[in-house]
């Protein structure tokens, strides 16, 4: 949640030319971020959703967004798990700042939202 002021200073939601389906409330906040805010979480909100396929049809392009979404994330994790294995890269990466560690990237991905068939999750 944001004032009307902070959203109108970053140009509110992006849109993507080339995607109908994205993360827009990530980029969001990246762009929050560049004007020296920092996200928070409300651990006591509860926001409660109504969609998925109970109330509509789950659309082709979505499921294919969140499939193609999922494979991207274990992707990357699976790259980021052998980087990790090579001797001193963790060290180097400790120093350099590359990516977060494996393990600390599960740890959040158990907090973020599950995502299934294209139908996101909170709880």
């Given at each position: ?12 939601f ?20 560049k ?22 049809e ?66």
């Open positions: 949640m944001t004032s009307r002021e902070l959203n109108e200073r970053v140009g509110g992006r849109e993507s030319k080339k995607d109908i389906f994205w993360l827009e409330d990530e980029a969001y906040i990246k762009d929050i971020q004007l020296g805010f920092e996200p928070a979480v409300l651990a006591d909100l509860r926001v409660h959703h109504t969609g998925g396929s109970y109330y509509t789950i659309s082709k392009e979505k499921a294919r967004y969140w499939s193609d979404y999922r494979k991207r994330r274990a992707r990357r994790l699976a790259v980021k798990q052998m980087l990790f294995r090579v001797p001193f890269f963790r060290r180097l990466n400790a120093r350099f700042g590359w990516f977060e560690p494996p393990e600390s990237t599960a740890r959040r991905r158990d907090s973020e939202p599950r995502v299934q068939d294209g139908v996101e999750d909170a709880g």
